[in-house]
Antibody, heavy 117, light 108 residues
Framework: QLQLQESGSGLVKPSQTLSLTCTVS??????????WSWIRQPPGKDLEWIGY???????YYNPSLKSRVTISVDTSKNKFSLKLTSVTAADTALYYC?????????WGQGTLVTVSS | EIVMTQSPATLSVSPGDRAALSCRAS??????LAWYQQKPGQAPRLLIY???NRATGIPARFSGSGSGTEFTLTISSLQSEDFAVYYC??????????FGQGTRLEIK
C-alpha cells in the first residue's frame, strides 16, 4: 500500500524559506516511473499545483511560483522535498505531496504551514 | 494557463437522488480531465481520470463524461458519504496543471 507522509516546519516567518519533505513508502521513487508532486491548498481556497520531479531530478514547476520553488529528490531515502523562498502570508496553506504529474491517485495527509512573525 | 470553472458552487440534493456537477475549461483539454472528492480534514480522493475512467475502488454510481471544454461528473444515487466538495482538474497542455474552484454537494 503506497503511503506518502509530509513533514517539516509548520511555522515560517515572512521572507524566510519554507522546507518540507515527503517520505514515500510502498513504492520506489527511483523505479516507479511516476513523477512526484507538491500541491497546496490555502485555508478555504482552491487547490494549486506547485510542481513535480522525476527520479532523474527533472522538474516542472508552476510558472506562478517558479522563481521561488525548488523540488529535489533523494532516491536513496525514498524522499522528495520542497523549498519555497521569500514566503509571505499568501503562502499559508495545507501542503500535500502526491504521486503523479497528470492526475493524482495517491496523496499524503497534508501538513499545514503558517507564515507568520 | 487554462482556467477551470465549476458550477454550481453549491448543489443541494436529497439522498437517493442523482447529482450532476459541471466543469468547463477555458480551452480544450481533450480528455485530460480528472475529478476528486474532498471531505473535511482529508486529502482529495481521485474519482475519475481521462474524463470518464473510474479510479481503483470507486463505486459505479460515479461516472464522468465530456471532452474538449465541457465535462460532467454524475453521481447516480447519492449516498450519505457522497456529500463533500468535488474538484475538477485538467492535465492537458501543462504546466501548469490547474484545478477548478470546487462544487460543494450538500444534503437537501
Amino acid at each position: 500500500q503506497l503511503q506518502l507522509q509530509e513533514s517539516g516546519s509548520g511555522l515560517v516567518k515572512p521572507s524566510q524559506t519554507l522546507s518540507l519533505t515527503c517520505t514515500v513508502s510502498g513504492d520506489s521513487i527511483s523505479s516507479s516511473g511516476y513523477p512526484w508532486s507538491w500541491i497546496r491548498q490555502p485555508p478555504g481556497k482552491d487547490l494549486e499545483w506547485i510542481g513535480y520531479i522525476y527520479h532523474s531530478g527533472s522538474t516542472y514547476y508552476n510558472p506562478s511560483l517558479k522563481s521561488r520553488v525548488t523540488i529535489s529528490v533523494d532516491t536513496s531515502k525514498n524522499k522528495f522535498s520542497l523549498k519555497l523562498t521569500s514566503v509571505t502570508a499568501a503562502d499559508t496553506a495545507l501542503y500535500y505531496c502526491a504521486r503523479g504529474g497528470g492526475f493524482f491517485e495517491y496523496w499524503g495527509q497534508g501538513t499545514l504551514v503558517t507564515v507568520s512573525s | 494557463e487554462i482556467v477551470m470553472t465549476q458550477s454550481p458552487a453549491t448543489l443541494s440534493v436529497s439522498p437517493g437522488d442523482r447529482a450532476a456537477l459541471s466543469c468547463r475549461a477555458s480551452q480544450s483539454v481533450s480528455t485530460g480531465l480528472a475529478w476528486y472528492q474532498q471531505k473535511p480534514g482529508q486529502a482529495p480522493r481521485l474519482l475519475i481520470y481521462g474524463a470518464s475512467n473510474r479510479a481503483t475502488g470507486i463505486p459505479a454510481r460515479f461516472s464522468g463524461s465530456g471532452s474538449g471544454t465541457e465535462f460532467t461528473l454524475t453521481i447516480s444515487s447519492l449516498q450519505s458519504e457522497d456529500f463533500a466538495v468535488y474538484y475538477c482538474q485538467h492535465y492537458n497542455n501543462w504546466p501548469p496543471i490547474t484545478f477548478g474552484q470546487g462544487t460543494r454537494l450538500e444534503i437537501k
